[in-house]
């Protein structure tokens, strides 16, 4: 059905409905939030086929003649109206944690549902939005009555199945790369169906802000990955290029990883080149590249080590040995003096205490033997003479003479013994001395000897060894050169297979042009419509990546241009959904596409063009949900496009009826 005339002009857009399609094959009937299970409904809110308008009127708008001109059209829930959309058609979380949590205070037991029709078959879907974990899916199902039900919870697997296997089909999920562990592509397509109002409609392969906290799958997905996701969905690349592709992706990875590898090692390289054309006092300006470098730094290496092979011989390994035994004989030498001139020194004044002491005890033993000699009666104290001249009437003993001289002789040897022995011990200690100070003479003497001889052997050795090891660093060298030439050589073969391979891809994408010529012919009069019949619309697939273009007297790039070319490339898709050249269905919710920065007469331009899609022959074959805070065209701003009217304030009037 053409929606413009083409009388010689620009081309006209035309979309041909699939014959006998009686509407569009999933679109959303109906939205209802309710405070509890079977309590008090928050909001019903039904939708149609085609355009469904949700309108936050802004005071600032001149247009808004509805909406006090103090009124706000901000905060009134038009974004999580489109995330709770999301959320009941398969998406994980409905808003980020801080307003999850607000909204899950406010409703404990809240759910949130949607009548959702799949190919003619109504399917009532229930999802919490507070504490419940209760997740339903059912085919056929009466919302209101699984609403206020404790059914026992399906999870959203059976609506997910019936979509990836009715629309998009099982293998699809294979031509997506990035691809997660339950493999369905029904997430990503949602992502790019229901855009995020954080992204601005900054570029058509941005889906999903970080700042959302969707947790949707396409946020960990590379530009490259969403490419092939989208070209998937258009019928755009085929099972054969997807795995080219993935080729050349490896191959990408692996020249990335050598080029890595090579710069490190250029670097390591450079730095033990410096140092051994340092060491071996080669100037690096002389030195040739690569190999012939090696040869040069090996040659002076190997003259380094002639020489020091060459140095005098100095003390042999004997000569070593022979000093070190001498030296550890003169050492167990001054070690046994020392230790007889402490034995010595100690011994010596026992021997004086002991001949102090004997020398002591003689007068008294000199005096018992005179005494012996001439006795005097122990009794009578008379002399033993006169006591046998005169007679004792008291005693018969005498002193025993024999016995006396016996002990005093004894005294007196020992105490000679004694003397000559301390006289013994004293020559012995300066002898000793003297021997103990040669010895520590002739220690200290063969000390420094062996210290000379070892440090003479050192030296030598040391040479060598430093010869040595520049010959092996050298070498060490020689191998990361050859290493680093063969990964070289790898990679100019992969930078050469890369050229090929991205020379078959370049013959792939000319294979898809008929989808991007079909796609082109969307686009260009959307344009046209949109902005105006001198400017022209076309969309290409280049090496780096999906360019949709508008020309207006040359390629624009503005900000308000790049919206456009966003929306204008979803609309385009859209009518080839509708006519079944796509994989996706005809499906779109935008959130404020006029807060990209899109003109007014552009965004009005949207509308009717939307509303031309419609068509007037039977119900309309897909559905657009747009949120605006901008009032619409004055004959669209009424039912049955206008569904909803939000405001941001009072509370009652915001989406959830309440301030959070």
Known sequence: MPLQPDLLGPPSLTVQ?????????????????????????????????????????????????????????????????????????????????????????????????????????????????????????????????????EGTSTGLEPFLDAVESSILTTGLAALISGQRSDRRSWPIALAWLTRDQECRFNDVLEWRSTASDSDSPARGMTQTEKLDALRAFIVAITPEEHAKRAEVANLDDQRRALEQEIGHRRWEI??????????????????????????????????????????????????????????????????????????????????????????????????????????????????????????????????????????????????????????????ARTQTLQQLALAKQRFDQ???????????????????????????????????????????KSAREIVSRLEVERAVLGAFRDKQARVFGQLSEKFDPIVRRLVGSDAKGRVTLSGNGLEPNVNMGGDRTTAAIDSLKVLAFDLAVLCLSIEGATRVPAFLIHDSPREADLGLSIYHRLFRLVTEIEGSDGPPQFQYIVTTTTRPPEDLAVEPWLRLTLRGSPGTERLLRRDL
């Open 446 to 488: 063969l000390a420094e000897s062996l210290a000379a001889i070892e440090k003479a052997r050192d030296a030598r050795e040391g040479a060598w060894y430093s010869a040595r090891r520049l010959v092996d660093d050298v070498e060490r060298l020689s191998e990361l050169i050859g290493t680093q030439e063969t990964a070289q």
């Open 17 to 149: 409905p699939i014959v006998g399609q009686n509407g569009p094959r999933l679109w959303v009937k109906r939205l209802a939030i309710w405070q509890e299970p079977g309590g008090e409904k928050i909001r019903d809110i039904s939708f149609r086929p085609g355009l469904n308008i949700i309108w936050s009127p802004d005071g600032g708008d001149a247009l808004s003649s509805e909406s006090p001109t103090d009124a706000i059209g901000h905060g009134s829930g038009k974004t999580l109206f489109c995330r709770l959309l999301r959320y009941c058609l398969g998406e994980d979380r409905y808003a980020a944690d801080d307003q999850r949590e607000r909204v899950g205070v406010a409703f404990l037991n809240g759910i949130v549902g949607a009548e959702v029709m799949l190919d003619g078959v109504c399917w009532a879907i229930l999802r919490p939005l507070g504490v419940r974990r209760r997740h339903l899916a059912v085919a056929g199902g009466n919302l209101d009555e699984i609403a206020s039900g």
């Open 270 to 427: 450079d730095r033990t080149q410096s140092r051994l054309a340092g060491a071996l006092g080669v100037s690096v300006d002389t030195l040739a590249d690569g190999l012939l470098a090696v040869e040069q730094m090996r040659k002076a290496a190997q003259d380094r080590l002639a020489s020091a092979t060459k140095l005098p011989a100095g003390q042999p390994r004997s000569g070593v040995d022979a000093a070190r035994r001498e030296h550890e004989g003169a050492r167990a030498e001054w070690t046994r003096l020392e230790a007889e001139r402490i034995r010595i020194e100690a011994t010596i004044p026992e021997s004086e205490k002991m001949a102090s002491q004997l020398q002591g005890e003689l007068p008294g033993i000199s005096f018992s033997k005179s005494e012996a000699e001439s006795p005097i009666c122990p009794i009578c104290e008379v002399p033993i003479d006169r006591t046998l001249a005169e007679g004792c009437g008291v005693s018969h003993k005498l002193p025993d003479l024999e016995a006396c001289r016996q002990r005093w002789a004894t005294r007196k040897k020992n105490l000679d013994d004694e003397i000559n022995r301390l006289a013994g011990l004293k020559s």
